[in-house]
């Protein structure tokens, strides 16, 4: 199920600027018994990155009602929200008139997540690097190309995701989700500064594990550093918490953190 400016199954005009050049952004939330979770920290994130793109954005109190609803008919699935700025011209120049253009789609979550976050994963680093652009770095934007490109990489027998570095071969993320690391006492997350989506759930964790009085930070993570840490973890807001068993050759213990995590945040699949 889809809608486009509140009309069921309706359609992307084809001068959409978010279809022709990227020009948007979204967020993907799960939802649960109650609702949306985390929906405050989606629509303020998703605030924030329109205006960082240079448009405005509010929640309407339609599409507040609209996504409600959705998530009350659709417990434990996976609700989309893009954004563009609107329809535009040929050229690249952004129209002087923005009308936000909002779809929304409902999925169900992947059913082998429940299994990752029972099991465990393993990482293959994928040979795609990604470029550095820091006006766009942390933001959800369309623009997923570099994302395309390592997807379309054939994964090697026993690997379930991709570890995605930069250009100067820092760890940024997986493919799909964030990644942090445990050394000891000692949680340590890549530094988004120049590439890399800074997703809620990174967000959310990052704040528990404060709350909880653990030592976290967001620093630079060279690939040659991997086998300094002792365990490793993703997060996205729709898989939860995702232990990681191994990266290329190397093996990497399960932490109680990620449990703790689970619980703390109501995650578990």
């Known amino acids: 199920m889809h809608w486009v400016n509140g009309t069921s199954q309706g359609c992307i005009e084809p001068y959409d600027r ?67 700025r609107g329809v535009g011209g040929r050229g690249y120049a952004p129209p002087a008139e923005v009308k936000v253009s909002e779809v929304v789609s409902v999925h169900p979550i992947p059913s082998h997540y429940a299994d990752w976050q029972r ?61 942090f690391f445990i050394k000891g006492n000692q949680l340590s997350t890549p530094s988004l500064e120049y590439c890399g989506v800074a997703g809620v759930m990174r967000e959310q964790v990052m704040q528990n594990l404060l709350e909880n009085g653990m030592n976290i930070e967001c620093l630079p993570i060279q690939s040659k550093q991997l086998a300094d840490f002792d365990s490793v973890f993703i997060t996205n807001s729709v898989l939860g918490v995702v232990d990681v068993k191994q990266i290329d050759t190397l093996s990497f213990s399960r932490s109680p953190i990620t449990t703790l995590l689970r619980e703390q945040l109501s995650l578990t699949l």
């Not at 960082?52 to 609700?79: D, T, V």
Request: charged share 20%.
């Open 18 to 84: 978010g279809l022709a050049y990227g020009d948007g952004l979204f967020a993907t939330m799960r939802t649960g018994d109650t609702g949306i979770l985390f929906f405050d920290c989606h629509q303020a994130r998703l605030t924030a990155g329109a205006a960082r793109l240079g448009f405005e954005w509010g929640l309407s109190h339609e599409l507040k009602n609209q996504l409600n609803a959705i998530a009350e008919q659709y417990p434990h699935h996976c609700i989309k929200l893009i954004l563009t």
């Open 119 to 179: 099991d465990g994963i393993c990482l293959k680093t994928s040979s795609v690097r990604l470029g550095h652009q820091p006006l766009l770095a942390g933001i959800k934007h369309l623009n997923r190309l570099e994302q395309v490109l390592i997807k379309s990489q054939p994964l090697a027998t026993g690997f379930e995701d991709w570890l995605v570095l930069d250009c100067h071969d820092k760890v940024i993320e997986s493919s799909m989700a964030n990644i």
